[in-house]
């Protein structure tokens, strides 16, 4: 996560992980993940975390 910052401190990035404790959690949005998603998880989930990364569920509630 650090190389992708310093490569391109604007690019929102989604990490897939298995564990869900406060933990991991605070390892991967420490160094700048923009969200997490814990395993199993359902496909629309990962749809509505991207959509909000890229902005387009802001756009929504404006209108």
Do not use: Q, W
């Not at 298995?18 to 998603?37: H, I, N, W």
């Not at 998880?41 to 990962?46: M, R, V």
Request: no cysteine; proline share 6%; net charge positive.
């Amino acid at each position: 996560l650090k190389t992708l910052r310093r490569i391109s401190p604007d690019m929102r990035v989604i990490v897939v992980t298995g564990r869900a404790d406060l933990e991991a959690r605070a390892r991967v949005k420490g160094p700048g993940a923009y969200d997490y998603v814990t395993k199993p998880f359902h496909p629309y989930t990962i749809l509505e975390k991207v959509a909000r990364a890229l902005g387009k569920e802001d756009n929504k509630k404006r209108r």
